[in-house]
């Protein structure tokens, strides 16, 4: 079975900083995308940003410019930091691998618990 754990996140003073880590653990035989989610109160859940394989990243326009998604594929590891926080970040935020596990032949996401963020006026 393949595990991914978020961790980080809590209580953040509007203007701060957030950093999130998120570990894939399992017989996993590659690992494809992995994405940052969010879904705040009464929101559907949205990407904010994602991350190839190579390294090629994609941000969703509200988070571009204070937004930075990076990986360790060695340590099946993902990061997220954001800078400049206002309210409107408040949220679950998810961490989903795209992988391939050993004992399957086929991509399966697999998603994380979710770590609330809550930023503070």
């Known amino acids: 079975q393949v595990q991914v754990v978020e961790y980080g996140g809590g209580l953040v003073q509007a203007g701060g900083s957030l950093n999130l880590s998120c570990a894939a653990s399992?017989?996993?035989?590659?690992?494809?995308?992995i994405g940052w989610y969010r879904q705040a109160p009464g929101k559907e859940r949205e990407l904010v940003a994602l991350i190839s394989p190579t390294g090629s990243t994609l941000y969703a326009d509200y988070v571009k410019g204070r937004t930075t998604i990076s990986r360790d594929n060695a340590k099946k590891m993902a990061y997220f930091q954001m800078n400049s926080l206002q309210a409107e970040d408040t949220a679950v935020y998810y961490c989903k691998f795209q992988v391939r596990p050993s004992y399957l032949s086929t991509w399966r996401d697999f998603w994380g618990q979710g770590t609330q963020v809550t930023v503070s006026s």
């Open positions: 399992g017989i996993i035989s590659s690992i494809n995308d």
